[in-house]
């Protein structure tokens, strides 16, 4: 996964290529984690299961859809931490790995979303973007190899 990143160097304040290649980035290493979020319904429980193929479904539009800027749904957001503080073991590892995945697309969608707006918005929304994929690759890292 830290392969992702390899070549990619934005010192802070990145002009409009620069930030596309950060999006585009963030999106490959989504669609690697693709499978940990599209598993998350079959992790929960009934009562959670609508609300995480929600948030899949939103998951999927911000992989698919180069212009999608929605927040995540709010339903889904909540059913992810209660789900996750419901589980241990694998299955919690599991379900860190998609934790951070969803952060990471919420970050790319708040990069679209102000793509077209005044340069501090966009310098900021972009170092968000790169801490939280900076984060993610690390901690899903982690969760894979069995730590929190």
Known sequence: ????????????VCD????????RTAV??????????????VM????????????????????????YA????VEGMEALLLVEHE???ATARGLVAARWAV???????KCRQVSDGDDQARVVALAKLEVAL???LARIEASVKGGN
């Open 134 to 136: 900076h984060e993610a």
């Open 1 to 12: 996964m830290v392969e992702l990143l390899e070549g990619h160097d934005c010192p802070g």
């Open 44 to 67: 929960a429980g009934e009562e959670h299961r609508t609300a995480l193929r929600g948030l899949v479904a939103w998951y999927e539009r911000v992989c698919a859809d180069e212009r």
């Open 16 to 23: 409009p290529p620069e930030s596309a290649q950060t999006v």
């Open 70 to 73: 929605s927040f995540p749904p």
């Open 103 to 109: 952060r990471v697309a919420d970050a790319v969608a």
């Open 28 to 41: 490959a290493a989504m669609e690697r984690w693709r499978h940990w979020v599209r598993s998350l319904p």
């Open 87 to 89: 589980r241990s073991g």
